[in-house]
């Protein structure tokens, strides 16, 4: 299984950015699939997940700003983060539930105050 994030970078803040997660490697229709983000000198956190149903769930700090979606056709996961905060700066990981847990390389999101 490979996970491949895109869509990171600079923005100001109360800017928006999407994020994609493209899987591969296996067959992720039931796979629940999700965005964790971990900045410097802190512990890895849940920003969204989604069902294979299209079921989401949010971290506190980002609901109502953040849109998590995924196209079961193309394996790929999105995370829509609009009204970026400078506390929003970090390294956004995606990750898929296959029989275990998969990892992607993270991309880097940077907000400017």
């Known amino acids: 299984v490979q996970l491949v994030e895109s869509g990171g970078g600079l923005v100001q803040a109360g800017g928006s950015l999407r994020l994609s997660c493209a899987a591969s490697?296996?067959?992720?229709?039931?796979?629940?699939m999700g965005w964790y983000r971990q900045a410097p000198g802190k512990q890895r956190e849940l920003v969204a997940t989604?069902?294979?149903?299209?079921?989401?769930d949010y971290g506190d700090s980002v609901k109502g700003r953040f849109t998590i979606s995924r196209d079961n056709r193309k394996n790929t996961v999105y995370l829509e983060m609009n009204e970026l905060k400078p506390e929003d700066a970090a390294g956004y990981y995606c990750?898929?539930?296959?029989?275990?847990?998969?990892w992607g390389q993270g991309t880097q999101v940077t907000v400017s105050s």
């Open positions: 989604i069902t294979s149903g299209g079921n989401a």
């Open positions: 490697g296996g067959t992720f229709i039931i796979s629940p």
């Open positions: 990750n898929i539930l296959f029989g275990t847990h998969y």
